[in-house]
């Protein structure tokens, strides 16, 4: 009897789906044969047999069961992640198509300084620029990331967003934003600044130092506004020395808004 009950125990802790069904097909086949008179079992045995099929079909009716739920619960879930990566990727497209359309936004918001910065990064992949308000502005805008900075300066590039929008079409446009900002630029100006700017009306260039090897060299009163925006849109680039020349588009937006006057003063 001990046997027996051991042989049991360990039935019991068989839970392997392959034994199972190699004990179900074993014992299937012995009672078949009990069955067709082949051979003669025992009644003990044919008991313990016929507990062995019961338990084998018990269990492996179970793991059907267990695998129909496990593949629909698969399935669910498959179904379910599938449709969270696609309401991620729905809300990632989203939220890259709104930082699209801010960048493009704060780019018509730039001053003259800013696009400075912008059309010196069209001639070369990186430009030193001095710290300051606006390139605080243009990072702060996701326009620009400086991968190496100084103590006074940092060495800036587009980021990746600014150069796709720049080369997809507001390289093309990119006169338009220049004529805006220098636009708002002149607006702003004080009358008496502007009317060193509404020299240039009848100069191409002028010279804001007086070279004079008797008397020693001064400058000209034109300097002190001139100088301010030497590093912007304003002054054709790249300008040197003393002698100050109008952006082209900058000197449209004089004549635009200054030409009149100097008319009737004439």
Excluded at 228 to 243: C, E, K, L, N, W
Aim: hydrophobic share 40%; charged share 25%; aromatic share 12%.
């Amino acid at each position: 009897m001990n046997n027996v009950k051991e042989f049991i125990d360990v039935l019991n802790k068989a839970k392997n789906i392959r034994l199972n069904l190699a004990m179900f097909l074993v014992v299937s086949g012995l009672l078949w044969a009990d069955k067709q008179s082949y051979l003669v079992l025992e009644s003990l045995s044919k008991t313990m047999l016929q507990s062995l099929f019961f338990l084998t079909s018990i269990r492996l009716v179970y793991a059907f069961i267990s695998l129909v739920f496990d593949t629909i619960e698969n399935w669910r879930t498959s179904k379910k992640d599938l449709e969270d990566k696609e309401k991620q990727a729905l809300l990632e497209s989203e939220k890259l198509q709104t930082k699209k359309e801010n960048v493009r936004r704060r780019f018509h918001e730039l001053d003259i300084y800013q696009l400075y910065i912008v059309q010196e990064l069209k001639r070369q992949n990186h430009v030193s620029v001095r710290k300051g308000a606006s390139l605080f502005t243009l990072k702060n805008a996701d326009i620009i990331y400086t991968p190496a900075v100084g103590e006074k300066t940092e060495s800036a590039s587009l980021t990746g967003l600014a150069n796709a929008l720049l080369n997809d079409h507001l390289w093309a446009k990119f006169d338009q934003l220049k004529r805006d900002a220098l636009t708002r630029f002149f607006k702003g100006i004080q009358q008496r600044d502007a009317e060193h700017f509404v020299e240039f009306l009848k100069k191409d260039s002028i010279c804001t130092k007086r070279f004079n090897p008797r008397n020693g060299s001064y400058y000209y009163d034109n300097e002190r506004v001139f100088a301010a925006f030497s590093d912007s849109i304003v002054f054709s680039q790249p300008q040197r020395g003393y002698t100050y020349s109008l952006d082209p588009i900058a000197k449209e937006v004089v004549v635009s808004l200054f030409g009149q006057n100097l008319e009737d003063g004439n």
